[in-house]
């Protein structure tokens, strides 16, 4: 079966643009989260949907940073007015519930804002 | 605050070697703890779990051992292969739900 899969693979902004970063979690997987990832660094926690849900944003950064997850499964990642710290890689993961199974990560989106 | 770390951030072996890679962390309640496994421009990998109520956890050539009195994790990779180059993250669930990444070990096996 298919895995998380995440779009753009890579995506260049120049400073000030609005980003949309977008995840197809597994088929049939509640949970849903978004993690950013600097180089050299783990994966630091963003925000997390149960089905449509957003039961957790506590880690993002800012409030240019938007989750959304509107019927359950896609799940868009958005970031308005991108600064140059902005540039990580953002990684979406899917289990099928929560605090009880591994995360599924997908190959994530390198962004680099210029 | 909870912190789940690596005791060293970078691991050299000979192929054929076994490998032992360890992290502490720091919060006693947590009770799942995965270790994952990250190749260059790749997501992180599941490569075992293990729950707070075992204390060894087998799979196919890697063995996770849990040590609660000292809140000790270690992955032990067997006969380590070329392919197995990668950074290495133990991670960890706390309370609120959410999995706590540690900094990585970088394993580097050579020919």
């Known amino acids: 079966g298919a895995g998380v899969s995440q779009s753009p693979r890579y995506k260049v902004a120049k400073r000030g643009q609005d980003v949309a970063l977008r995840c197809d979690p597994i088929?049939?997987?509640?949970?849903l989260f978004w993690y950013q990832q600097a180089l050299g660094q783990g994966p630091e926690f963003l925000t997390y949907?149960?089905?449509?849900?957003?039961?957790?944003k506590s880690g993002l950064p800012s409030d240019r940073f938007f989750a959304e997850r509107p019927e359950g499964s896609v799940s868009t990642l958005k970031i308005q007015r991108t600064q140059q710290e902005d540039s990580a890689v953002y990684l979406c993961?899917?289990?099928?519930?929560?605090?009880?199974?591994?995360?599924?990560f997908g190959n994530g989106t390198r962004l680099t804002v210029t | 605050g909870e912190s789940v770390g690596l005791h060293l951030p970078t691991l050299s072996v000979q192929e054929g070697d076994n490998s032992i890679i360890n992290c502490a962390y720091s919060?006693?309640?947590?009770?799942?703890f995965i270790w994952y496994k990250q190749e260059s421009g790749k997501g992180p990998q599941f490569i075992i779990d293990?729950?707070?109520?075992?204390d060894k956890r087998q799979g196919q050539r890697v063995t996770v051992l849990l040590n609660k009195t000292v809140k000790h994790l270690s992955l032990q990779i067997a006969a380590t292969q070329p392919g197995d180059s990668a950074v290495y993250f133990c991670?960890?669930?706390?309370?609120?739900?959410?999995?706590?990444f540690g900094q990585g070990t970088e394993l580097s096996v050579k020919p």
């Open positions: 993961a899917s289990s099928i519930d929560r605090g009880n199974s591994p995360l599924h």
């Open positions: 088929s049939g997987h509640v949970s």
């Open positions: 949907f149960q089905n449509e849900a957003q039961l957790d």
């Open positions: 919060n006693s309640a947590s009770d799942y």
């Open positions: 293990i729950r707070s109520n075992m």
């Open positions: 991670a960890e669930y706390n309370q609120g739900g959410k999995l706590i």
